[in-house]
C-alpha cells in the first residue's frame, strides 16, 4: 500500500491511496484542470482512479468531485449528511455512515465518525490483503475514546496539525472564527495533534505527516517542533503535506 497527497490546506485537499490497481481519491478540493494536473504529476491518469470518497462537505474538500466525478465517470461514496450540506447535489454510489467498512477493490476502509462543524462528517483508515493500515485524521476539533480505537495499531497516519493555539489567539481572526477554529467542531491545533499520536503510540509507524496546517495561524516549524516535544521523536523523521505541493508517494512497507 501507498499514499500521496495532492495538497493539503484551506486552498482544496486531496490524498491518494493505492495497492495495487486500486486507487481511491479522497477529497477533491481543486477545480478539475488543477486535480489532472496534480494526479499526472504523481504519475496516475484519473481514469486509473476506482473511487472518490468525501470526507465533508466544505468547499477546501469538494470543489472538484461533481466534475472530477462525471468527467471519469467515478463512483463517490459519502455520508448522507455530506450530501445535504453540499451546494451542488451529486448522484452518489453509495453512502457511508461512522462504524461501517467498505471495500472497493484491494481496499478495505473504516469509516470514523468525527467532530467538525459539518452535517456529517467522515473519516477513513484503510488497510489492505496484508492488513497494512493507514489513518487519515484532518478536520476535527475534538476526539474521545471511540476516535481512538479507530486509529490504534497503524503503520501510517496523516493527522492535522492546523493551528498553533497562541497565534491563533494574538491574530487577526474576528472572535466568532477564532472560537469556531479552535473549538470542540473546529480543527485540532498542534498540542491536541501530538498529544492525540502519544495516546495512539507511534513507535510503530513508519509515517507520520501532519497536514492540513493554518497559513494563517500556524508555521511547519512550530508544528514539527511540538510533536518532537511531545513525542521525543526525530524531527526529521516528521513529514509535512503543503497546500501547493502536496506529498510525494510513499510506500507501507
Not at 200 to 226: D, I
Request: aromatic share 8%; net charge negative; charged share 20%.
Amino acid at each position: 500500500m501507498r499514499f500521496a497527497v495532492l495538497g493539503s490546506g484551506s486552498q482544496g485537499n486531496g490524498t491518494l491511496i493505492a495497492s495495487a490497481d486500486t486507487y481511491v481519491l479522497v477529497d477533491c478540493g481543486f477545480s478539475l484542470r488543477e486535480t489532472e494536473k496534480r494526479l499526472l504529476r504523481l504519475g496516475v491518469n484519473p481514469a486509473q482512479l476506482s473511487a472518490i470518497l468525501v470526507t465533508h462537505e466544505h468547499a477546501d474538500h469538494v470543489h472538484g468531485v461533481g466534475l472530477l466525478s462525471r468527467r471519469y465517470n467515478l463512483p463517490v461514496y459519502l455520508s448522507r449528511g455530506t450530501l445535504r450540506g453540499m451546494r451542488k447535489p451529486i448522484e452518489p454510489a453509495g453512502f457511508l455512515a461512522g462504524g461501517e467498512q467498505l471495500q472497493i477493490g484491494a481496499l478495505n476502509i473504516g469509516v470514523i465518525a468525527v467532530a467538525h462543524d459539518a452535517q456529517e462528517p467522515t473519516q477513513y483508515v484503510f488497510s489492505d490483503h496484508e492488513q497494512r493500515r493507514f489513518g487519515l485524521l484532518t478536520d476535527l476539533g475534538s476526539y474521545c475514546e471511540r476516535v481512538l480505537d479507530g486509529y490504534r495499531d497503524l503503520d501510517a497516519l496523516m493527522i492535522e496539525s492546523n493551528h498553533c493555539r497562541d497565534m491563533l489567539a494574538r491574530g487577526h481572526y474576528p472572535y466568532f472564527l477564532k472560537q469556531r477554529v479552535g473549538g470542540e467542531l473546529g480543527h485540532l491545533n498542534n498540542h491536541q495533534a501530538a498529544f492525540l499520536v502519544s495516546e495512539l503510540g507511534w513507535q510503530g509507524l513508519q509515517h507520520l505527516v501532519l497536514a492540513h496546517l493554518s497559513s494563517k495561524n500556524n508555521l511547519p516549524q512550530l508544528a514539527r517542533q511540538c510533536f518532537v516535544d511531545t513525542l521525543g521523536c526525530d524531527p526529521d523523521w516528521l513529514q509535512l503535506a503543503d497546500q501547493d505541493s502536496g506529498l510525494d508517494w510513499r510506500h507501507i512497507a
